[in-house]
């Protein structure tokens, strides 16, 4: 299942996507971090701040910082510090911030700091169709966008890139293990699709080649959501 990846701990991220701390730390007290890590978005951000993020990593969790930041190097670079500065494991960027941008962000973290957190790019967003992109003046489809972003992404020296469980296979084979691929759009079997159109479940994801699966609702709105990441990592055990 691991494909040569040294991946150590939970492989299931989970997504806080609550309007306020309060949500989110009820169901952050059900959970343990031997059995996940945890992801804040920018509406939680926003809501809840460096105090709930601190709240978290202060309690164990890894906390992916999802704020895909996207401005001038210099801006960049500085929001990354502020992130490693409060001790988060993983923070993104936009690949379309360009190299210049990505090897900004990726300098700031290397800078003398004993926290380094794990820096990875978001490439096409998985809401934009072909023609989303051309009204930007993207022309190509949204898959050759993937694959030349996710290489200068590598190529700027990131860790690796979120990208969609369908394009795990063939992201895997162009970089090698040593890239991290975030994938969402993760449903365990028989569960709720939501809004997610193209799902897969933790198990194909991690065939194909995921490093990390971010999970949101089927987690979040479970009855027993301990009982869902058990059943997962017992999935993925086998
Ligand atoms: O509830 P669900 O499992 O669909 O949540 C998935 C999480 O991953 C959400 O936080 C969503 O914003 C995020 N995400 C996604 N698709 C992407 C990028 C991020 O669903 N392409």
């Not at 806080?16 to 509406?43: F, H, M, N, Q, T």
């Not at 210099?74 to 502020?82: D, E, H, M, S």
């Not at 979120?162 to 293990?177: F, I, K, Y």
Request: aromatic share 4%.
């Amino acid at each position: 299942m691991n494909r040569g990846q040294r991946i150590l701990g939970p492989r299931v991220i989970v997504a806080l996507d609550y309007p306020s701390a309060d949500r989110a730390l009820a169901l952050v007290s059900r959970l343990d971090p031997s059995l996940c890590r945890v992801k804040v978005g920018k509406e939680l951000f926003t809501r809840a701040g460096p105090v709930l993020v601190r709240h978290l990593v202060d309690a164990g969790f890894d906390v992916f910082l999802d704020l895909k930041f996207h401005d001038i190097p210099n801006t960049v670079a500085q929001a990354c510090r502020a992130a490693a500065d409060l001790g988060v494991w993983m923070i993104n960027v936009h690949a379309l911030g360009g190299r210049r941008m990505m090897e900004a962000a990726r300098a700031a973290l290397d800078d003398g700091t004993d926290h380094r957190p794990l820096l990875v790019a978001v490439t096409v967003l998985t809401s934009m169709e072909g023609s989303d992109l051309a009204d930007v003046g993207l022309h190509g489809t949204p898959a050759e966008h993937v694959r030349s972003l996710a290489k200068l992404a590598g190529d700027s020296g990131l860790d690796g890139v979120v990208c969609s469980a369908r394009e795990v296979a063939e992201l895997r084979l162009a970089h090698g293990d040593g890239f991290l691929l975030v994938t969402p759009g993760i449903r365990p079997e028989g569960s709720a699709h939501g809004d997610q159109k193209r799902v897969m479940s933790p198990r194909q994801a991690i065939a194909a080649g995921s490093s990390y699966l971010v999970m949101g609702r089927p987690v979040t709105q479970a009855d027993d959501p301990v009982a869902v990441l058990r059943s997962i990592e017992a999935d993925l055990a086998v």
